[in-house]
């Protein structure tokens, strides 16, 4: 279903001038960001003319930018992704685990997101993969897809690392896989402890070798004795990691995990009025409970379009990671084992139909014909106008 206000809408309407208000404030990546968003699906990206061979209906389909901030054009990617994973899937219980940093830290790496939120990454997966390796708790070596996502429900900056954990691993020497309990897989305040440690001690290293900037209100953490100062009480904070019961089947990780792998800070269906006044949109108070959970806000739009450009990860940044035996490298062998140790059938990759020629597209909604691209047009230029059907008489309506 279309929605009737789109992210994009603003953001052609106010855009122009939250660029000219913050001319040299914005960095590149947001300016493409906003400019992706502005172009989607218009003549600016190109497109092409479908024609119905049966009533002669028209239809203009223009390109998408398929820019991962773009709200409109996840949800093919994210199907794409999908679609790749499902035959990685073990059959045993998914847990999803959830590393979020305080508020304190979450303000450094606003500053600082390439190394911080990379090391957001390394601390979270080097906590899970140390303790489940701990015979103490799991004893194996266990698999790991890690997704971040920057913000809150309302468009603030909160950083944090959604986990999804096959339910058990490979033990050492890769002779047998050894389970977690059905409705536990590790202790959550060991894994904020060492979550913690890691991660404060890779900040101060990070600190220490230059690769940390301060500026404004925070310039003075650029002096190692008062980062030391600032992170001090943090030591003995608990740090949130989160974990939920398994789900209900390989099937049900498959949906869970695409509402999480390709969302963007806020999608179209959220929006509900753009005005003089400011832009309107639901979220989520996480701090209650019940219907008074789901809560609405009114932004101004500058202001709207600076939280939204708060996310905009920088260039080359991957978001979605793995660890463990689902490291890239060494994937598909793990994979192998964990399936012939858990005595499942192996997972052969679904046949891959070949692409359909450019002419099969979507039946006519007029009358059920045939459509075909009967034009195609490049960037900035708009499909010719049909031609004017005739009169009875042979002359032009």
Not at 85 to 95: C, H, I, T
Not at 301 to 308: I, N, P, Q
């Amino acid at each position: 279903m279309h929605a009737s206000l789109e992210v994009a809408d603003i953001f052609r309407a106010a855009g122009p001038t939250y660029r000219a208000v913050h001319a040299g404030h914005l960095s590149l990546a947001q300016l493409k960001v906003m400019s992706a968003i502005e172009h989607c699906r218009t003549a600016a990206l190109g497109g092409h003319v479908d024609g119905c061979d049966d009533c002669g209906y028209l239809r203009v389909a223009y390109n998408s930018c398929r820019n991962r901030h773009c709200p409109k054009c996840q949800g093919a990617a994210a199907r794409a992704w999908l679609a790749e994973r499902k035959a990685d899937l073990l059959p045993v219980g998914y847990f999803h685990v959830v590393f979020t940093l305080p508020a304190e830290v979450a303000d450094i790496a606003f500053q600082n997101k390439a190394p911080v939120y990379d090391l957001l990454f390394r601390a979270a997966s080097e906590t899970m993969l140390t303790i489940a390796a701990d015979p103490k708790h799991l004893g194996a070596r266990i698999g790991i897809t890690a997704v971040l996502h920057t913000w809150g429900s309302a468009l603030t900056h909160h950083p944090h690392v959604h986990m999804i954990v096959p339910g058990g691993g490979i033990a050492p020497g890769g002779q047998r896989w050894i389970s977690s309990r059905p409705a536990f897989l590790l202790p959550v305040r060991v894994l904020g402890k060492l979550f913690r440690r890691l991660f404060l001690t890779q900040l101060i290293a990070l600190h220490d070798a230059g690769k940390l900037v301060f500026f404004g209100a925070q310039a003075g953490l650029a002096e190692r004795r008062r980062l030391l100062r600032h992170l001090a009480p943090l030591r003995n904070k608990r740090w949130v990691v989160y974990a939920k019961a398994p789900f209900a089947g390989p099937e049900a990780v498959l949906a869970y995990l695409s509402l999480y792998t390709h969302r963007v800070a806020i999608s179209n269906s959220r929006l509900i009025a753009y005005d003089e006044a400011g832009v309107t949109f639901r979220y989520r108070d996480y701090r209650r409970s019940g219907p008074k959970r789901h809560q609405v806000m009114m932004l101004d739009v500058h202001e709207f379009m600076r939280h939204f450009l708060l996310h905009v990860l920088p260039h080359g940044f991957h978001r979605i990671r793995h660890y463990g035996l689902f490291a890239s490298a060494t994937r598909k062998a793990n994979i192998a084992r964990a399936r012939e140790l858990l005595a499942a059938p192996t997972s052969s990759p679904e046949p891959v139909e070949a692409a359909e020629p450019p002419d099969q597209l979507p039946p006519c909604p007029c009358c059920g014909g045939r459509m075909r691209i009967i034009e195609t047009f490049e960037r900035w230029m708009q499909p010719r106008a049909p031609p004017r059907r005739p009169t009875a008489t042979g002359a032009p309506s």
